[in-house]
């Protein structure tokens, strides 16, 4: 069913030219060439704009064929654009080449792109036609083409008279070619790919094939004829629409291009809008000109009338006098004079008795209400359109405007009398054509200038919050993505801490397991290592855990230390006795140097840990039996300064400061990680000595290994 329905709108336009051959009576024509002027120039233009805003936008990451599709129509927007500016008697009052020129080569520019875009395989594009170089050709050409069109229209015009029909001939035969072409090539693409663009493609390809035998083939403002216009629309509507869908996300959201976009479509149909109602505006004051004034010019052609009549004329004379050929002579004079272009009188009764065409004579008046209204004593004056170029004997001579007056004829030197005829003049007013035309030439200009240059100003304004959009959709990604980090730093973290919590316990858990089975006096050593060993485990794990809480705390600021006078050598000493029994199983010596009696106001928790942590590290690093630590503290200029220094393995200089940074942990020689503890200890470290006001480092240890110093003042005065 739905296939069906494909296939029939497919062949739809094909179907309506081939019923419009067999049955030409049902082929009406619509001759609305300011109905084509003002829709084809809008819907034109618009598609221009969006279709190149689309392959700007679609840019080299959509396939080659899409973009070429985009530049199609973007080609066949530009070129039927100058189509709809040249119609005939909207801008300009004669015909116009481009008119002609522009239709046939829109189908063909476009269906050239198009068999271009049918040559992509599953390969690509052909290495020969690169698709960046079709576009610029395609742009170049429009412009070219463009320039000649409004600069040297007589090169048209010289091909015209001199090549026809051949030159039309042959772009018919290769555009229908071209389309055909493209049709089947985007048809294989989509039997390749069935993507809905292919296939969208292929289809447009089919109907623009046919749209090429409605503008070749039939006749001018005939339906079969207006059935191009419908299946150009239709193929781009169909084009944006699927290309604008398929590529909705790779699409970046920018506004400028929009805002230009959209401000030239909405320029282009105001100042549209704003001509028809200038032009409509002016309409009445012209006609009111060209009235007037030939209403004058009639009055004084019914006084000669009536110079030559007695002062007691009845119609009878005014009948007489109109046979007489000299009175046609001077008329004829008279008429030229006066510029009027034809002139009749009619008796009482409505009937030609004198015309300047002489064939004219007998007939009736054309407008018996006017006729009737100037009997009665009334001039009356008006403007005739063109004639609609379908009625009968309409030549394109008469195509522009006229303007009739009638006017009564009275007796010499006896106006108030009753009136015994009746004068008609008929006025070319092709003037007029000309002044309307520029009526919607300059309502167009300024109307365009205005609004182009109120929307260029706005411009800036979205020009500027454009940036700052991108600046923001930037700021956010790189906080969106520092988040995805902190996320996963966070995951590592407790996964590293579950599984650094789970050596001490299992530690704690193995004593406390052996515990029961040495059970006599002289196993009491061993029992008493056992508790040690669980003791020990259980410390480093509330280590851990403290370390964890506190840096949490201190980072939310909910940490405030208890400052008290603190004799320093004790917490030293104190801190050093705590790694006496590991030391001296490791076989690691670690020696103390610090001024008895020195006293600083510091938490003495938190700085325990400190030096628990930079100890513990000292432990961690350095190779047993080998390893020599040295703490020291010093006073100096109202400051303590701490020192803990190992013989291991050092740190490489780039690591120094990472590694004061949460959960960062320096790779070994073998640029794995060594990873001995959570990359916590020495974050923990740098919080709690600058909430002490200090400062923490590392360095080189003279001789090897590494040195942490870090100082705090010995007094909270004055800080
Ligand atoms: P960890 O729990 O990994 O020891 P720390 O924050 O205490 O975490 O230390 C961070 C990193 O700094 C360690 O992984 C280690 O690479 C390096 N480091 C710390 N102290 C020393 C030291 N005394 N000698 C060599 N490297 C050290």
Redesign the pocket.
């Known amino acids: 069913m739905k296939r069906l329905l494909v296939i029939a709108t497919l062949v739809a336009p094909g179907a309506g030219l081939l019923w419009f051959t067999l049955r030409p009576a049902t082929d009406a024509s619509y001759n609305l060439p300011l109905f084509h002027f003002y829709v084809v120039t809008f819907i034109t233009f618009s598609a221009a704009v969006i279709s190149i805003l689309l392959s700007v936008a679609l840019g080299p990451a959509a396939q080659p064929r899409h973009r070429l599709a985009a530049t199609a129509f973007a080609v066949i927007g530009s070129i039927f654009f100058s189509h709809g500016l040249a119609t005939p008697g909207a801008l300009i009052d004669h015909f116009h080449p481009a008119v002609q020129w522009s239709a046939w080569l829109t189908l063909f520019g476009g269906g050239a792109i198009f068999a271009i875009a049918g040559l992509e395989t599953a390969r690509g594009m052909p290495r020969w036609l690169p698709v960046r170089q079709v576009i610029y050709a395609a742009a170049a050409g429009t412009v070219l083409y463009t320039a000649v069109a409004a600069l040297t229209p007589q090169w048209l015009t010289f091909i015209d008279s001199n090549v026809a029909p051949l030159h039309k001939n042959s772009i018919f035969v290769i555009t229908l070619a071209l389309w055909l072409f493209a049709a089947m090539g985007l048809w294989r693409a989509w039997r390749r790919t069935r993507s809905r663009v292919d296939g969208a493609l292929a289809f447009v390809a089919c109907w623009l094939a046919q749209a090429t035998v409605s503008m070749h083939l039939f006749t001018v403002w005939r339906f079969s004829w207006w059935i191009y216009h419908i299946a150009l629309l239709v193929s781009f509507l169909v084009t944006a629409y699927i290309l604008a869908a398929e590529y909705e996300q790779v699409r970046q959201f920018r506004l400028m291009p929009y805002f230009v976009a959209i401000s030239l479509i909405a320029t282009a149909l105001l100042a549209l809008a704003a001509s028809a109602l200038f032009t409509q505006f002016s309409y009445g004051t012209l006609t009111d000109e060209v009235e007037r004034a030939i209403s004058n010019s009639a009055d004084r052609l019914a006084g000669d009338v009536s110079q030559e009549l007695p002062g007691t004329a009845g119609p009878q004379d005014l009948e007489a006098l109109a046979q007489d050929p000299a009175f046609g002579r001077t008329m004829g004079f008279r008429r030229m004079g006066l510029q009027i272009t034809e002139m009749a009188i009619y008796d009482a009764q409505g009937i030609a008795i004198f015309a300047s065409r002489p064939e004219d004579v007998g007939l009736p008046a054309d407008d018996p209400a006017e006729f009737a209204a100037t009997q009665a004593g009334a001039t009356t004056a008006e403007v005739q359109p063109p004639p609609d170029p379908n009625s009968p004997g309409y030549s394109a001579s008469l195509n522009h405007y006229s303007v009739e007056a009638y006017v009564p004829i009275y007796a010499a030197g006896a106006p108030s009398g009753p009136a015994i005829g009746v004068l008609s003049v008929w006025q070319d007013a092709s003037s007029l054509d000309q002044a309307i035309q520029r009526a919607r030439l300059t309502g167009l200009i300024i109307a365009a200038l205005t609004m182009g240059l109120l929307l260029a100003a706005l411009l800036i304004v979205v020009r500027r919050a454009d940036r700052i959009i991108t600046a923001r959709t930037e700021e956010l990604g790189h906080a969106y993505s520092d988040l995805r980090q902190a996320e996963g730093m966070r995951d590592d973290l407790t996964y590293m801490i579950v599984h ?1 919590l789970r050596n001490p316990l299992a530690a704690i858990l193995g004593s406390l397991d052996l515990l029961p089975t040495f059970g006599t006096a002289e196993q009491a050593a061993m029992r008493l290592r056992m508790v040690d060993n669980a003791r020990s485990a259980g410390q480093r794990m509330n280590g851990l855990i403290d370390d964890l809480l506190a840096v949490g705390k201190i980072e939310a600021g909910e940490l405030k230390p208890n400052f008290l006078p603190t004799d320093v050598s004790a917490l030293v000493a104190a801190r050093l006795e705590a790694f006496g029994p590991q030391a001296a199983a490791d076989k690691k010596t670690i020696s103390i140097v610090c001024p008895p009696g020195l006293v600083a106001e510091l938490d003495s928790s938190l700085i325990s840990r400190v030096l628990d ?2 100890v ?3 432990m ?3 190779e047993p039996e080998e390893g020599v630590i040295a703490v020291s503290a010093t006073a100096d200029d109202g400051r303590i300064a701490f020192s ?1 220094r ?1 013989n ?4 490489a200089d780039e ?1 120094k400061e990472r ?2 940074q ?7 020689a073998n640029t794995t ?13 740098r919080l709690v000595v600058e909430l002490h006001g200090g400062q923490i480092w ?1 360095q080189d240890a003279p001789g090897g ?2 040195e ?1 110093v870090f100082w705090i003042w010995r007094s909270r005065d004055g800080l």
């Open positions: 650094d942590n930079l513990s590290n000292a961690k690093y350095t803990v190992d291991g393995e050092g740190i690591q590694i004061f949460k959960f960062v942990q320096a790779p070994n990680p060594a990873r001995k503890g959570t990359g916590l200890g020495l974050a923990f470290c590392a290994g590494s942490f």
